[in-house]
């Protein structure tokens, strides 16, 4: 099945420092990203749609300013957490839609946020 | 507003036990339904349920969507402790640009 990379897997972080989480396609090119939010023991929660070359699309109640997208090729979007908090500590993972196989998703390995 | 429910919360099963895991969706314009695996960290595709009654299986797990009842079940015969994990059904909508909206999981725990 196609690969989707996340990088990095875990990350702590100081409160007020920006947090920078790559998702890469490895073997096809992804025209859509999707990033979730998930809290322990619950669901995953989608925060915004990544479309390669424009602007996202963000969920209701999802700061725009606050978790930047840019998805500048059809194989990596990056989201960016700015001036983290403590409750911006998750697990957030991000999909791509594979069009090759039959519109897909796959999904990354997810990054662990810990903001002190 | 979309909602995916899924039943039960957790289950804890025996080594060789059968179980049913079970999602109701009340959503508009629905497409297609998704079931996934999640261990400790990216959930995993299992199968993707559009047709009603066509059943779906692999190796040891099945799925079947009931789109009058607005309903699916995720079944596991003969279950292994490989099976624990968590299981996510996810609805996806036509015209939705793909975009899936999650149930709250099932936290399956099989013992030996």
């Known amino acids: 099945g196609a690969v989707v990379s996340q990088h990095p897997s875990r990350v702590i972080c100081k409160s007020g420092t920006s947090v920078k989480i790559e998702c890469r396609s490895l073997?096809?090119?992804?025209?859509?990203m999707f990033w979730y939010r998930q809290f322990p023991k619950q669901s995953l929660m989608l925060m915004a749609t990544?479309?390669?070359?424009?602007?996202?699309?963000?969920e209701q109640g999802v700061e725009k300013d606050k978790f930047l997208i840019n998805h500048a090729s059809l194989t990596l979007s990056t989201l960016t957490v700015t001036s983290a908090h403590p409750e911006d500590s998750s697990f957030y993972i991000c999909?791509?839609?594979?069009?090759?196989?039959?519109?897909?998703?796959?999904f990354g390995s997810g990054t662990q946020l810990s903001v002190l | 507003e979309d909602k995916v429910v899924q039943s039960p919360l957790s289950l804890v099963v025996h080594e060789g036990d059968t179980v049913t895991l079970n999602c109701s969706y009340e959503?508009?314009?629905?497409?297609?339904l998704l079931w996934y695996k999640q261990e400790k960290k990216a959930p995993t595709f299992l199968f993707m349920l559009?047709?009603?009654?066509i059943e779906k299986k692999s190796g040891r797990l099945s799925s079947i969507l009931d789109k009058k009842e607005l309903f699916s079940i995720l079944n596991i015969t003969a279950t292994q402790t490989g099976d624990s994990a968590v299981y996510l059904c996810?609805?996806?909508?036509?015209?939705?640009?793909?975009?899936?909206?999650f149930g709250t999981g099932t936290q399956l725990k099989v013992e030996l």
């Open positions: 990544s479309n390669e070359g424009s602007k996202a699309t963000y």
């Open positions: 999909s791509a839609l594979s069009h090759a196989t039959n519109e897909k998703l796959f």
């Open positions: 959503v508009t314009n629905f497409r297609s």
């Open positions: 559009t047709s009603s009654g």
């Open positions: 073997d096809f090119q992804a025209t859509t």
């Open positions: 996810a609805s996806i909508l036509t015209g939705g640009g793909n975009k899936l909206t």
